[in-house]
C-alpha cells in the first residue's frame, strides 16, 4: 500500500491531512498527485465519479507548489457552482494548515464582490471560482491570470451542463499559453472533448475505475407507483426508516420547493436547497442539514453538488433525471466513507425502461421494493419508539423534584395502561394518518394492473352503473385494457369501478360506477387518439338476461346494445 508520503506529500500537508483522517491515498490521488507535484506530464484529463477525492487530488500538490513569497494568481480552479467553489476553497484552507503564507480566494456569485476584490489584492496565490463570477472580475481587470500556472477544471461536464461554455472560454482565454490545464469530469461528452481538444495540449488520460468509492456499498431499489401518488410514496418512504437522512432529488426548483413545503406542513425536518434561494438561505439550509437538524434535503441536482456530507442513508429520486449520468451522482452521495447507504427510485410505469437503463450503465440491479402498508410502517415507528424509550438516558437530578408529584398523579394507572397511554401519545399521529390508506403500488405490469383492479372491485348492482358510449372500436385496435387506461388516466380516479365493456366494430360501450359519471364525460373532453377527437356519451342502459332487469328503464332498446347517438355517428363516417 504506497502512502502519501511516497507520493511525494511533503510534511506539513502530511500534517494537515493525517488531522482530516486521511490514511492512505484514494485512487485519483494516486494517479494525479505524483504528476502535478513532480510537474512530469503537462495536461490531465481525469475521469471520475463524485465522491471519488478529487479535491486532494489537486488540492495536495498545488498547495505543496504554491509559491508563498509571490502574490500573484499561481493556480486557478473553476468549479459548476457556489456550494462546490466555497468547499474547494475550504478543503485547500485545511491542507495549507501547516503550511504558512498560502491565501485562498473564493470568488462565487451571490456575495459581495468588493469582499472578494480584496481577498485577490491582498495577494491570493489560489482562486477558487464560479466562471460566471470570475469573469465579470476579470472584465473589471479586478484579477490578473497572465502569469497562471495551473488551471483546473472541476466537474468540467456539469460546468457545460450549466451553460457556462462561453465563459469557460472567455476565462481559458484570458490565460497564458504555456500554463498547465487539468480537467476532471465525471462523464466525457462531446462537449467536454471538445474543450479538452481546443484547450489542452495532448493530455494524459486518467480514469479511475467506473464506480464511486462508495458504490460498492450502494443498493439500488426502486418502487412502482402511479405517478400521481409520487408524494405519498414519499411519505411512506420516509416514515418506514425512522432514521433515514437523506436527499430528496427532485428536477426542477419549483417541483423541490413544492415537495419541501409540503413535507414540512405534514411535519418532517426538510427543507429545500434550490437555486432560487439567497446565498444566506442555502447556508443556512445547508448548516442545519450537516448537524442533522433536517433529515430530508430536497434539492436540485445543480444545488446539491457541493453538499459534502458523508454519512447519508438515502438518496431518493423523486424523479428520474432526464440524464442518466446524473442518477450515478446523485447514488454517489450515499454509501460513502465505508457506509452503506440505499439509493431509491420513486418511478411510475413508463419510467421501466429507464431503470432498465440505469442497471446496464451502473452494471447493477435494481430491486423492487413494495411500499410498505400503513401497518407495516406503524409497526416499525412503534418498535423505534419503544427503542428510543428504552435507550433514553435519564437525568435523575434533574427530574428528581418533580417525580413525587409526577407518581401521586399516575397513582391510578396501572403499568400497562401506562404503557400504552405513552406509547399513544406519541403514536397516534402515524394510527391515525395510516388508519384507512390505500395501497399505493402500482402492478409492474399493466395486464395485471387491469386485472388486479377489477377484481378487487365489488361488482356493484346494474342500476349503480352508468354506460356510456364511446366513438372507438375494433377498428381502432381498441381492447377493453385500453378503456379501462383511458378511465383510469383521464378520471385520474384509479379506484373507479368499471362494469361490463363491449367492444364493437366502429364503436364500444362501457360502464362505470355512477356517482363517477359528470367526472368521466367530463374527463374525456378534447381528448385524442391516435389523432382522433375521442367523444363519449352517457348511453342508455343494455338489456342483460344475466343480470336482474332494471325495473325502472321502461325504454325500448334495440338489439343488444343502446344505439349510437347520431350526430356521433356522422362524424365518424366523415
Ligand atoms: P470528489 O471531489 O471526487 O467528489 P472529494 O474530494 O469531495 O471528492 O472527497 C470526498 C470525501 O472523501 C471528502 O469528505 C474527503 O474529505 C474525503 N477524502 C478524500 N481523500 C481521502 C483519503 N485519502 N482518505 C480518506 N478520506 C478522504
Ligand atoms: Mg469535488
Redesign the pocket.
Known sequence: MISFAELGVEKNILDAIEE???????PV?EEVIPQLIQKVSGDIVAL?Q???????AFGLPIIQNTQTNKNHVQYLILSPTRELCVQIADDLISFSKYKKGVKVAAVFGGSSMERQIKMIKQGAQIISATPGRLLDLIKRKAVKLSKIDTVILDEADEMLNMGFRDELEAILQNTPEHKNTLLFSATMPKEVLAISKNYMHDPIEITIGKKNVGAENVKHEYYMVHAKDRYLALKRIADYYPEIYGIIFCRTRKETQEVADMLIKDGYNADSLHGDLSQAQRDNVMNKFRIKHLRLLVATDVAARGL?V?NLSHIINYNLPDELEIYTHRSGRTG??GRTGTSIVIANMREKKKIKDIERLLNKNFELKEIPSGRAICEKQLYHLIDRMEKVVVDYSEIESFLPNIFKKLEWLDREELIKKFVSLEFNRFLAYYKNTKELNAPSDKQSRDRQSREKQPRLDSSEYSRFFINLGKRDNIKPVNIIGMVNDFTGIRDINIGEIEILNNFSFFETDRKYEDDVLKSFRNKERNGREINVEVSEKKKSSKRKKDKSKKKKQTGTNAAPPKKLLRKRRR
Open positions: 482530516l483522517g486521511f490514511v492512505k491515498p484514494m490521488q471520475a463524485t465522491g471519488t477525492g478529487k479535491t486532494a459534502d458523508d460513502r466513507a
